[in-house]
Antibody, heavy 121, light 107 residues
Framework: EVQLVESGGGVVRPGGSLRLSCTVS????????MSWVRQVPGKGLEWVSG????????YYADSVKGRFTISRDNAKKSLYLQMNSLRTEDTAVYHC??????????????WGQGTLVTVSS | DTQMTQSPSSLSASVGDRVTITCRAS??????LAWYQQKPGKVPELLIF???TLQSGVPSRFSGSGSGTDFTLTITSLQPEDVATYYC?????????FGPGTKVDLK
């Protein structure tokens, strides 16, 4: 069974930090890029960040650049998102998703259920 | 950055109807376009990539076409299980922007 399981979400004050994790099972990720995509409940999809298969190519949405850092550990089949200087507008469900190719940016063929991040004072 | 628009934003159709959704990119993206289906309360699922290639397991009533800036997703015979929001996404370069979505429900 394919599973992408995110964790690390929660409630945090503006200016705070969180580290999201995504653990993958049932499929390989060594030859695939990985993405973080967020969605405010009831709203559309927003791509946040992507990383290629090796980790040496990373991209960020302008809205998070300089505040978020994506990383991966292929041995642990895991993806991470370090989120600093959080803002109320970062409140959303954060999904990890596998990229169908080794690239950081391409179509996403498997998605996790997501973890909710709420930034509120 | 390239902006993605979709039309209509929502539609109601009857079972068996042909449904067409349009996606437009503000700049040419050749065929680097994907379509996703998100059913209520579920995560997105990849339907089509490279503008017209059906993802494995996706019913053949779904099809995609287009290149450059204009793309379409067609459902040839709408089924009750197709009630969902459909998103296009361009991925020729970062950021891989999603369209705003088209909500499809039953009349």
């Amino acid at each position: 069974e394919v599973q992408l399981v995110e964790s690390g979400g929660g409630v945090v004050r503006p200016g705070g930090s969180l580290r999201l994790s995504c653990t993958v099972s049932g499929i390989g990720i060594d030859d695939h890029g990985m993405s973080w995509v967020r969605q405010v409940p009831g709203k559309g999809l927003e791509w946040v960040s992507g990383i290629n298969w090796s980790g040496n190519s990373r991209y960020y949405a302008d809205s998070v650049k300089g505040r978020f850092t994506i990383s991966r550990d292929n041995a642990k089949k895991s993806l991470y998102l370090q989120m600093n200087s959080l803002r109320t507008e970062d409140t959303a469900v954060y999904h990890c998703a596998r990229v169908a190719r080794p690239l950081a940016v391409a179509e996403n063929d498997y998605w996790g259920q997501g973890t909710l991040v709420t930034v509120s004072s | 950055d390239t902006q993605m628009t979709q039309s209509p934003s929502s539609l109601s159709a009857s079972v068996g109807d042909r449904v067409t959704i349009t996606c437009r990119a503000s700049q040419g993206i050749t065929n680097y376009l994907a379509w996703y289906q998100q059913k209520p309360g579920k995560v997105p699922e990849l339907l089509i990539f490279a503008a017209s290639t059906l993802q494995s397991g996706v019913p053949s009533r779904f099809s995609g076409s287009g290149s450059g800036t204009d793309f379409t997703l067609t459902i040839t015979s709408l089924q009750p299980e197709d009630v969902a929001t459909y998103y296009c996404q361009k991925y020729n370069s970062a950021p891989p922007t999603f369209g705003p979505g088209t909500k499809v429900d039953l009349k």
